[in-house]
């Protein structure tokens, strides 16, 4: 008995040790534009009803995901046939406020927007920090000469020109991400927001114009809210206010542009309006054989924009069905090597993330709040929106993709990427867009981001917007599949090689978090 049970160990080893490699071109191949054309009809398709979070489309898309996964023996990572991880929202209606200054009242919508995201019974503010611009880069700051913690700070829109009339965060006439439109407000907000201060009034003219006349125009009774996280009352805030308004705090706002402490005399009451409720990413797994703790994730957000006023249907094929449907075949790549006998050495994680329209939110919560594995385990994120279409950019060179953010943390994930590419798919790799001073600010704008703020290793793949980027117009018949196919194997062959590789990928240029 014991010789026939040391023949059978002998028998293993021998088999084991004469396995040939694999070979990845194998299971890249089974990636084909035919299959991919035929998910994404489905998936982007008038049944979804634009996939929309908080919406019965949406859940659709979940259950079609899990679905797919249970339909190819892809396994859950809660090891059962539960594919989705709940995600709390809120839908923030519109608040009660009052707001007086110098003991006169103001008008909501005229002359202010208050928040959605907390409740404030009665505040007295005597002092506001004026700090012009609000910019904090490199070479310029408006608040280096000030502590604002704890503070309510006041800042206008724009950024502030050399005698040449060039921007002076970048020495050019080019704009920068400082410099005006709704991604310059935000970047401004969130950076008053970590240098500590608790609210934030913001002047920006011709935002304010627009936005007075949309909330005016919403019905109390029927507006469904703004989909956001669980706020908190002790959380950050920021009013958005008029140039009227503005001018009582501090007359010459348009032509001062010093920081400074104004002494003022401002009562603000806010009364939240928000209804919670329970959205949900959508997770599949496959083991890793020899270190099955360490998890390599690829990402593409399941949710889009819903349907319009007119009842037509915003598809979402590109955004982000091109993504979503490129996991699913890489997915079943994976498995078919698995069911071969090929198992990767680090685990995969496939992550469908909800709410990315409305803030990236499905992945924040992923990040922040609940990773299904540590931060500290995940070797790297290959983050998938948008590859299924061709930019203004690129109309003479079709083969190209934008990747974003490979080497901002790690020299190796770009020279993986690099090389995978090179050996299988000969894609012009574009990276004008991966930096952190890019206008557009991509780098921050898709579910990578959430990654890389905890320095894991994050690439963006995608394709640049077109003229059909956020319209009912973004449709399945649009999309160049040989192209989708193409860029969809570069996504599996970089998995491959982080997932199989003898050591995980070295974080070289870590940032500081919090």
């Avoid at 491959?496 to 070289?508: G, K, P, S, T, Y």
Wanted: net charge negative; proline share 4%; glycine share 6%.
């Amino acid at each position: 008995m014991k010789n026939t049970i040391l023949f059978g160990l002998l028998a293993s080893l021998i088999l084991s040790c004469s396995k040939e490699p694999a070979n990845p071109r194998i299971y890249g191949n089974t990636i084909t534009s035919a299959e991919l054309k035929e998910l994404l009809y489905t998936y982007a398709s008038d049944e979804f009803e634009g996939r929309e979070t908080g919406e019965p489309g949406h859940d659709l898309a979940t259950s079609y995901l899990q679905e797919k996964y249970m339909s190819m023996n892809v396994a859950s990572p809660y090891g059962n046939n539960d594919y989705l991880q709940e995600v709390p929202l809120e839908k923030r209606k519109l608040s009660e406020a009052s707001l007086t200054i110098h003991g006169k009242e103001a008008t909501i919508y005229d002359d202010y927007i208050p928040p959605t995201n907390i409740n404030i019974p009665s505040l007295d503010i005597k002092e506001i920090v004026y700090v012009g611009y609000g910019i904090d880069a490199e070479n310029y700051s408006d608040y280096k000469n000030f502590d604002i913690k704890n503070k309510v700070v006041l800042i206008k829109s724009g950024e502030p020109l050399n005698t040449d009339s060039t921007y002076v965060t970048t020495g050019t006439k080019e704009k920068s991400q400082w410099t005006s439109g709704r991604r310059a407000r935000n970047l401004k907000l969130e950076t008053a927001e970590s240098l500590g201060a608790k609210a934030a009034f913001i002047l920006d003219d011709q935002a304010y114009s627009y936005y007075s006349k949309a909330y005016k125009r919403l019905d109390p009774k029927t507006y469904k809210g703004r989909i956001s996280e669980l706020s908190n009352d002790d959380g950050f805030y920021s009013i958005m206010i008029s140039k009227d308004l503005a001018e009582q705090i501090i007359a010459d706002i348009e032509t001062n542009h010093t920081p400074q402490p104004i002494h003022t005399k401002i009562n603000l009451s806010v009364k939240k309006n928000v209804e919670t409720f329970n959205s949900h990413n959508v997770v599949a797994y496959i083991k890793g054989e020899e270190k099955p703790d360490e998890i390599v994730v690829i990402s593409s957000h399941l949710d889009h924009n819903g349907i319009n006023d007119d009842k037509s249907v915003y598809n979402g094929a590109d955004d982000d069905g091109s993504g979503t449907v490129a996991m699913l075949e890489i997915a079943q790549a994976f498995k078919q090597a698995v069911t071969d006998g090929y198992r990767p050495k680090r685990s995969i994680l496939f992550l469908h993330f909800t709410a990315e329209e409305k803030g990236l939110f499905g992945s924040k919560y992923y990040t922040d709040v609940n990773p299904i594995f540590p931060l500290e385990n995940t070797i790297a994120n290959l983050n998938i929106d948008m590859i299924g279409r061709v930019d203004k950019h690129h109309e003479d060179d079709r083969n190209y993709v934008y990747v974003i953010g490979a080497d901002m943390l790690s020299t190796e994930l770009h020279n993986i990427n690099e090389t995978a590419n090179k050996t299988y798919t000969n894609i012009n790799l574009d990276y004008r867009y991966s930096n952190e001073t890019d206008p557009n600010r991509y780098y921050y704008r898709s579910d990578h981001y959430n990654f890389a703020k905890h320095n894991v290793p994050a690439a963006f793949y995608f394709n640049g917007t077109h003229d059909d980027y956020h319209k009912i117009s973004d449709t399945a018949d649009k999309i160049d599949y040989d192209l989708l196919e193409n860029r969809a194997r570069l996504v599996f062959y970089t998995t491959w090689e982080l997932a199989n590789r003898d050591n995980r990928i070295i974080v070289d240029k870590a940032k500081d978090t919090e």
